[in-house]
């Protein structure tokens, strides 16, 4: 069983299109994040939800917009998609607190 | 603010030579400290963790210790191989973060046979 999954892995689209990328966890975890991962690899946190609630939103467009319907799922969805917007977005959860977090296998996304 | 500096890549070691990935923070109080591994085309895997000064973490022959005094969470490994080939990532969270992570840049590893 994956526990932190992300749909889809690749996503290829135009500036301008609005996408969504869809991350489950059955870890039975109460905390997820969104992090994004540049070209040079580097991994920045975006947001985090903890119980369906927003607890951290970092300095992100808010053409950005996370949605959590239950503690399982956290979506992320994206309007005007830009040509920097291209990364490798990552999924994770952990239980609240200075705890491991498991990541999702990641979503890269190329914008054209 | 929190922040994390590693050394930088790429490392290039051959195979059962000894592995040293130094990694320091910036953070108030007691951050929880991580070592993240991502192989190649891979989603990140927690490699080792500690959450208090003088702790080590240990998993897979990798270890680190968390040294309050030098701010400093340096990786180790004895005898590396083929398959340590990957990024590694230091890492801490705290509650200034809101227990997310703050990462270091990376720091590639290729081991040669």
């Known amino acids: 069983d994956t526990a932190v999954s992300q749909t889809p892995k690749y996503l290829v689209t135009q500036m301008g299109n609005d996408k969504s990328i869809k991350c489950e966890q059955n870890?039975?975890?109460?905390?997820m994040y969104w992090y994004k991962q540049d070209s040079k690899k580097f991994l920045k946190i975006m947001f985090s939800?903890?119980?369906?609630?927003?607890?951290i939103n970092e300095t992100v467009p808010n053409r950005f917009s996370p949605k959590s319907p239950d503690k399982a799922h956290l979506n992320l969805h994206i309007n005007s998609l830009e040509l920097g917007d291209s990364a490798v977005y990552f999924c994770?959860?952990?239980?609240?607190?200075?705890?491991?977090?498991?990541f999702g296998p990641g979503t890269r996304l190329t914008v054209l | 603010g929190n922040s994390v500096t590693q050394m930088e890549g790429p490392v290039t070691l051959s195979e059962e030579a000894f592995l040293t990935i130094n990694c320091t923070y910036t953070?108030?109080?007691?951050?929880?400290l991580f070592w993240y591994v991502q192989y190649p085309g891979e989603g990140l895997q927690l490699l080792l963790k500690?959450?208090?000064?003088?702790d080590k973490g240990s998993n897979k022959g990798f270890e680190a210790t968390y040294r309050k005094e030098t701010t400093s969470f340096h990786l180790e490994k004895g005898s590396v191989q083929v398959s340590d080939s990957a990024v590694y990532f230091c890492?801490?969270?705290?509650?200034?973060?809101?227990?997310?992570?703050?990462f270091g840049k990376g720091t590639s590893l290729l081991v040669t046979p």
């Open positions: 890492a801490l969270s705290n509650s200034n973060s809101g227990y997310a992570l703050n």
């Open positions: 870890l039975g975890h109460d905390t």
């Open positions: 994770a959860s952990s239980q609240q607190g200075n705890n491991e977090q498991f």
């Open positions: 500690a959450t208090k000064a003088d």
């Open positions: 939800y903890n119980n369906k609630e927003l607890i």
């Open positions: 953070a108030t109080g007691y951050p929880s």
